[in-house]
């Protein structure tokens, strides 16, 4: 079964602001799929939508097996919106027991998870401080301990880690993995790049409301493979005729079969030429992104 699996979404807000311009994704059971893009991009406007937040347009897919917009599902769903705010003068134990109350779990449930959740989150010895004295990072934690305060089979993460710091953002990544061990899948947006590199095994890109790419980080950076060879000195004549594309004195050779440089190392080496570098290179999710947002030929750009 697929978590979410959706086709076609369309949102356009009033004002006709085309947010959404037909989003096709599907997210597979158990995995982390990523779902990035620029500010404005629609990542939350789709969230919102899953969640049912707000109407779309035109929707048409399902999620957990069941149509988008049944309410029954969502009691399956753990959900982190952005920029969430919780009333500041509840502690953060009733926090967790407020929204455990709002996802109908039971009493007794709710008590075993909230001291669960608030240990696994790092918020330890805060559950009795009201949470208008937490700092933005712990007011994020708190907001992840919320959303799996139904115990859910599947994650909707907006931006879970904007505003935490370093430290903070690597321990929720090792959640989120160990999340997934346990058999849940997670949607995340995010604009760390890097992060989302870590630990996604899936990513899709969008840009202006249309998905520009879509699959694993390893597939989708496939074809940009090369090994770079960097020399001292000039390039020789023969070594330009063996190569892609050449960058002041470093050789690019497109591809990611080492056998094919070996008869070029073997000739550079025999014509005395210092070798300084051999790097295998490839596109990490930056310049994938980059790429995505610069690209107005990718198939399905927005107009
Ligand atoms: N309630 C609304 N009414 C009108 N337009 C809206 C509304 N909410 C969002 N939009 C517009 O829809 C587009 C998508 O917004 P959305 O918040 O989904 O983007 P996003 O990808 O989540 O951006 P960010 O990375 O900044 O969170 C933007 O152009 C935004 O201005
Ligand atoms: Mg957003």
């Known amino acids: 079964m697929t978590a979410i699996q ?5 949102k356009i807000y009033r004002g006709n602001v085309h947010a959404l311009q037909g989003v096709s994704l599907e997210v597979m059971d158990g995995e982390i799929f990523g779902l990035l893009g620029p500010n404005g991009a629609g990542k939350s406007t789709l969230v919102k939508i ?12 399902a999620m957990l097996g069941k149509p988008i917009g049944d309410r029954l599902t969502l009691q399956d769903v753990g959900y982190l919106p952005e920029h969430h ?13 407020h929204y455990g109350a709002l996802a109908k779990v039971t009493r007794n449930d709710r008590k075993t998870r909230a001291s669960k959740l608030l240990h696994r989150l790092g918020l330890s010895g805060w559950e009795n401080k009201k949470v208008g ?31 935490v710091d370093p430290v903070g953002r690597r321990e929720i990544r090792d959640l989120l993995a160990e999340l997934r061990e346990e058999g849940r899948a997670i949607f995340l947006n995010s604009h760390l790049l890097s992060e989302l590199e870590m630990v996604c095994d899936r990513v899709a890109i969008m840009v202006k409301g249309l998905v520009r790419m ?16 960097t020399i001292s000195g000039a ?22 079969d080492p056998l094919v440089i070996q008869p070029m190392l073997d000739r ?9 570098s051999v790097k295998p290179v490839r596109e990490n999710l930056e310049d994938l992104f980059m790429r ?8 399905g750009a927005a107009q």
Not at 85 to 97: C, E, N, S, W
Not at 214 to 229: A, M, N
Not at 292 to 299: G, Q, S
Request: charged share 20%; hydrophobic share 35%; proline share 4%.
């Open 6 to 10: 959706i086709n076609g979404v369309v």
């Open 50 to 61: 899953l969640m049912t937040v707000i109407h779309a347009t035109k929707v048409s897919g």
């Open 85 to 97: 705010l919780f009333p500041y003068y509840l502690t953060g134990k009733q926090v967790l027991h």
């Open 133 to 163: 004295t937490y700092s933005k990072g712990m007011l994020q934690r708190l907001g992840i301990a919320q959303s799996l305060m139904n115990d859910p089979k599947l994650l909707i993460l907006d931006e879970p880690t904007d505003g």
């Open 214 to 229: 879509q699959g694993t980080i390893d597939s989708l950076t496939k074809d940009s493979k090369r090994y770079e060879i």
């Open 235 to 256: 390039i020789p004549d023969w070594a330009t005729a063996c190569c892609d594309e050449i960058q002041n004195n470093t050789m690019i050779i497109r591809g990611d």
């Open 268 to 276: 550079l080496r025999v014509d005395n030429t210092t070798i300084i």
């Open 292 to 299: 995505a947002v610069d690209n107005k030929d990718t198939p």
